[in-house]
Nanobody, 115 residues
Framework: QVQLVESGGGLVQPGGSLRLSCAAS????????MGWYRQAPGMQRDLVAT???????NYADSVKGRFTISRDNAKSTLDLQMNSLKPEDTARYYC?????????WGQGTQVTVSS
């Protein structure tokens, strides 16, 4: 089993920035893709950004140019730098890890963008 703990969420004004972090622990052997997803109330969970073990990143069109995903393979951590935040970015953000064909999820961290 892999445990994921997210941190860094909170309330921020439009145009502001937040940095989310995710720490993986447990039976970590060879993590492949790591990613961030988000889910607003009443909506499906959507991809925000993913990054492979080699550092290749993929972003949802809605966050391109504003968000940056990064990972530290040695520490098994994942970050998401979010700039120029908009009210529509409000959601619960979840860390996801794919290892040996198994998907693992964190409990999520709430991001609220509001004036």
């Amino acid at each position: 089993q892999v445990q994921l703990v997210e941190s860094g969420g909170g309330l921020v004004q439009p145009g502001g920035s937040l940095r989310l972090s995710c720490a993986a622990s447990g039976r970590i052997f060879s993590i492949n893709t790591m990613g961030w997803y988000r889910q607003a109330p009443g909506m499906q969970r959507d991809l925000v950004a993913t990054i492979t073990s080699g550092g290749s990143a993929n972003y949802a069109d809605s966050v391109k140019g504003r968000f940056t995903i990064s990972r530290d393979n040695a520490k098994s951590t994942l970050d998401l730098q979010m700039n120029s935040l908009k009210p529509e970015d409000t959601a619960r953000y979840y860390c996801n890890v794919l290892q040996m064909g198994n998907n693992y999820w964190g409990q999520g961290t709430q991001v609220t963008v509001s004036s």
